[in-house]
């Protein structure tokens, strides 16, 4: 059974509803390909630092997803506080399994059976980040 951790520095990115054009093809904004791409860059990064190998297609996969967004000055606390503000943690989860399927972390995203997700503003001495924490799981 193997890990893989990966931490990408930077401000969770959520992923956004598909726009329309006026003769009907769907798109996502430009500004989205650009973040896609460093975040799989990241990912690949992070698994050619820890020799991952893409899981076999019918194994089951476990996945921990901790969003850290900037401190907001409002925040008495020195330790991180839950976030329950928009962008919805849900199109967060989106955009990074989706990230992680390009990335060939695995074959398909359908692969995450266990998924544990958070969402908190960042503690007093930390800054945004986002951490993937991708198990093995044994049939």
Partial sequence: MHNLKIIIDGNPVAMPRPRFSKNGRTYYPKEIKTQRANIVAAIQKC????????????????????????RIKRNKSEQREYKTTRP????????????????????????????????????????????????????
């Fill in 88 to 139: 919805d943690v849900d199109n967060i989860v989106k955009m990074y399994l989706d990230c992680c399927t390009r990335a060939e972390v695995w074959h398909d995203d359908s692969q995450v059976v266990v998924l544990t997700a958070s969402d908190h503003y960042a503690g007093v001495y930390e800054d945004a980040h986002v951490t993937i924490i991708i198990k093995e799981l044994e049939q």
């Fill in 47 to 70: 698994m050619a630092a820890q020799s991952w190998q893409t899981i076999a297609k019918k194994l089951p996969v476990s996945v921990i997803l901790q969003f850290v967004h900037p």
